[in-house]
């Protein structure tokens, strides 16, 4: 039986809107499958060891404070995993701290362990309400919820285009990022039973090899719905 490894990075800090609901759909799509999944929660103070799927969910201003320092303790560790192929999942205030930095509008600026090439900056208006997202694998849906403003740079590139919402910095029309299997969204509620396709993807990159497809009539009809709603 293969065997994923998955952290979960500072979820007693960072989890809101469902954040958590994205580990349990990795779980159940690999239980499905007869793929064994370890589920491994990193806390502040707790050591990181190899793992194939980092999550790091998203939260407020003040845990991204503590979730920031204690993130950048293990940044040369976490850059290793990266560039060996390591699946980065990064919701909203986790996307933020992937990048280099996050500036909010007030306070002083929050470092991130730059395995994205990218930054954000707080602005004085929240982005509020559905996102559809056009994307090569498919079409993404989910909620956003976030003041922060963000931009990629170099070999980072945007997820997907927005159809419905603000996506990354509500001027680009960019929605996400990748850079290796770095990946970074602002899409909430939770992002991954919403969108499936998402799901399988990083999974199928932890293991390398392709997954048999699953029974999905009720996340298809789910995700159909969810789309037509945002219009
Ligand atoms: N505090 C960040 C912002 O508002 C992230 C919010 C979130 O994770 N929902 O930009």
Avoid at 50 to 65: A, K, N, P, S, T
Wanted: hydrophobic share 30%; net charge neutral; charged share 25%.
């Amino acid at each position: 039986m293969k065997t994923i490894r998955l952290a979960h990075l500072y979820p007693k800090l960072l989890n809101i809107y469902g954040d958590s609901g994205n580990i349990l759909t990795l779980k159940k799509r690999c239980e499905w499958r007869n793929i064994e999944i370890v589920v491994d929660e990193i806390n502040i103070g707790s050591p990181i060891s190899e793992h194939d799927i980092y999550f790091i969910g998203g939260g407020q201003d003040l845990q991204q404070i503590e979730v920031s320092k204690e993130l950048y303790k293990h940044k040369n560790f976490l850059e290793q995993e990266r560039d060996k192929g390591a699946v980065f999942l990064g919701i909203c205030g986790g996307y933020q701290l992937l990048g280099h930095y996050y500036q909010p509008h007030i306070g002083e600026k929050l470092k991130g362990i730059s395995l994205l090439d990218a930054y954000t900056i707080g602005g004085n208006k929240r982005f509020i309400g559905n996102v559809t997202v056009k994307t090569e694998l498919g079409t993404l849906v989910g909620f956003e919820n976030h003041s922060g403003q963000t931009y990629l740079q170099g070999e980072t590139k945007p997820l997907g285009k927005v159809v419905i919402g603000n996506g990354n910095n509500g001027k680009d029309k960019t929605e996400g990022a990748r850079y290796k299997n770095v990946f970074g969204t602002y899409l909430h509620g939770s992002f991954l039973p919403k969108n499936k396709n998402f799901a399988d993807y990083i999974l199928e990159l932890a293991l390398g090899e392709k997954l048999e497809p699953l029974d999905d009539k009720i996340e298809n009809i789910t995700h159909q719905s969810l789309i037509n709603k945002a219009y």
